[in-house]
Structure formats: C-alpha cells, structure tokens
C-alpha cells in the first residue's frame, strides 16, 4: 500500500510548558525526531502545526500543512493531514509530534493491519489512540462532516467506518513495550524520555 505519515504538532502544550515540536531531544528537536523516524517506513511526511506556529527546519520533501481553525483537537489537524496528501496515496498513519520514542517498525505494522479497513486504530483496555492510527484519505469527507457538526470526539470517526482495533498483543513483535504510544506531556516525562535515550544510545539506538 502507498501510504504517507502525518505529524500533528498544533497543540497548545499547556502541560508542558513549552513548544513541545522545538524541544531538544538529543541533537535534534522533538518534532525532528519524529519525522526522521516515521521517514524510514512511509513517505512522503506532512506536518500539521497551528496557523502561525514557528517550526523547527525539516526535510525539504516534508510537506507542511496548517490548521484551519485553531482549537478543534485532533480531527481538525486530521483534515489538514489528510488534504495536504498527494495524490496517490491511500493512507496515512497519523501520530502526534511528542512521541520521540516511536518505534519505525510499528507505524508499518499498523499499515499492514489496516486491510480493507478503513481506520486502524491502537486500543488499550477499551481506549483509542488516535494519534497512533492509520486513516484512509476516504475518511476525509466524514471527518470535515463531523468537523461542521461540532462532533470533534475521535470515535465518532471510528463509529461510523470500518475501524480496525488493534491490540498490544499483535504489536509485541515490533514494539513489545509500545514505546510508540509514550506522549510526553509534562516535564517529568520529558526528562525521563531522554534519560531513555541516553541509556538506548549506549547500545547504538537513535
């Protein structure tokens, strides 16, 4: 399947304190990080940051999109995604910028489990993550649809089209301890992230 990547970096970071897409991980910015690594197993990447968000320098082949109206949540940085896609490509699997941990070879593996689905979706215990999911570009009708009704919750989405749930049990093999779905929200996980990545770069890891 031709399939591309979508990076979501519009949030407010409230919790944080900080941009989350300009901070350092390691010799490059969070959003950097994510980028490069989701770069290995899908192409093109499109970025989606908020109307005026200062980002950091990104690849020239990374396509970079904007919201439309600013505090719709995930769905409204979905639509951006999805319509900055080329024409081409079927899907893309949709992660937030916070992630630096993420694994390449989960983000394939949600690809392949997606089938004739048309949304592949991380559950734990009964709840979605849909920022680490793979959406059709057919979505896109529904999601400005719910977007014009105000109906901005994700399973909405998953509600209304063939949603395929994934469960950890099928990701052990590429990401036993789904460091893919490690959000860094506040300072505290951010420091405990790169001291990960510090102990990981001992044994080659980047």
Not at 33 to 60: F, I
Not at 162 to 168: E, F, G, H, I, S
Request: include cysteine.
């Amino acid at each position: 399947m031709n399939a591309a990547g979508i990076v979501l970096c519009g949030g407010r970071s409230t919790r944080m304190g900080a941009p989350k897409a300009m901070l350092p991980f390691g010799a490059e910015t969070m959003l950097q990080r994510v980028v490069r690594l989701l770069a290995m197993v899908v192409s093109p990447v499109v970025v989606v940051a908020a109307k005026d968000q200062e980002l950091p320098e990104l690849p020239p082949e990374v396509v970079v999109a904007r919201d439309e109206e600013e505090g719709r949540g995930p769905l409204e940085g979905l639509r951006a995604g999805l319509k900055a896609l080329p024409i081409g490509v079927e899907a893309a699997y949709v992660t937030s910028c916070d992630v630096p941990l993420l694994v390449p070879e989960f983000a394939r593996r949600m690809i392949d489990l997606l089938g004739d689905h048309d949304i592949a979706v991380m559950e734990i215990d009964g709840f979605t993550h849909p920022l680490s999911a793979v959406y059709r570009r057919s979505t896109l009708s529904l999601v400005e649809d719910l977007l014009a009704h105000d109906r901005l919750r994700p399973v909405f989405l998953f509600d209304a089209v063939r949603t395929r749930r994934v469960q950890p049990a099928e990701m052990t093999s590429v990401d036993a301890a789904l460091l893919t779905l490690r959000n860094l929200n506040t300072r505290d996980d951010y420091e405990r992230a790169l001291g990960e990545l510090t102990s990981r770069a001992g044994d080659g890891i980047r």
